[in-house]
């Protein structure tokens, strides 16, 4: 089983900051998902990078893949209370039918 | 519509009993999925089945067992239910393999006292 490794696990910030979540792993990842789940909910996919090195932006969140597909990192500009919720990533291997998933960051925004 | 559905939303009940979730999915996707997300929010797999057919059984005991009685349903049974069992289970589907975008279910929540 890949692990990946997420930090911070927690995160507490005012509305207005920016914010990093990292997601790292020793091994490669033929992709890298992210998620978000709200309580009660399942997660919901927010992106997927596939290639090195690649760029995403979902409106406020930049999603970056790490050059060797090992990493990737989420980068939230001027949070807002809405962005409070538990994120996920998660990593498929080649031919994978399941994904292993990071242990996740429980963001919460304060107005 | 709802893309997975999950039922029972809560279960409570007492250790050593037997208990059913089901999980039914209308996207027509070929793989589902079971998941435990634990008491720190930990999503860990437990089974893949593709096809109605096991994939991935991940070190979870035999007092679990998955029945997929189509591509569209993927129930579980849990047995000799204990403590430890407690925990939100996760439903989910995908088109085909792990990598794509997978759907969760709503969960259930079990509760073993």
């Known amino acids: 089983t890949q692990l990946l490794e997420q930090s911070p696990q927690f995160l507490s910030i005012q509305e207005g900051e920016n914010l990093t979540v990292y997601c790292n792993s020793s091994?490669?990842?033929?992709?890298l998902q992210w998620y978000r789940q709200e309580p009660g909910e399942g997660p919901v996919l927010l992106v997927t990078?596939?290639?090195?090195?690649e760029v995403k932006k979902l409106k406020r969140l930049t999603f970056q893949f790490g050059d060797a597909r090992k990493d990737s990192s989420l980068h939230i500009t001027a949070a807002q209370p809405g962005d409070t919720g538990l994120y996920l990533c998660a990593g498929a291997v080649n031919s994978g039918y399941a994904l292993n998933f990071g242990k996740g960051t429980s963001l919460l925004v304060t107005p | 519509d709802t893309a997975v559905s999950q039922t029972p939303k809560y279960l409570v009940t007492q250790m050593g009993n037997d208990k059913s979730i089901k999980c039914e999915q209308n996207?027509?996707?070929?793989?589902m999925y079971w998941y435990k997300q634990d008491s720190k929010k930990f999503l860990k797999i437990m089974f893949s089945?593709?096809?109605?057919?096991?994939?991935i059984n991940e070190t979870v005991p035999n007092r679990f067992s998955p029945k997929s009685p189509d591509k569209a349903h993927l129930n579980l049974h849990i047995n000799s239910l204990e403590l430890g069992d407690s925990a939100v289970y996760f439903c989910?589907?995908?088109?085909?393999?792990?990598?794509?975008?997978?759907?969760f279910g709503p969960g259930t929540r079990l509760t073993v006292l």
């Open positions: 091994s490669v990842f033929s992709s």
């Open positions: 990078v596939v290639t090195g090195g």
């Open positions: 989910a589907s995908s088109q085909v393999r792990g990598g794509d975008t997978q759907y």
């Open positions: 089945y593709n096809n109605k057919e096991l994939i």
């Open positions: 996207l027509g996707h070929d793989t």
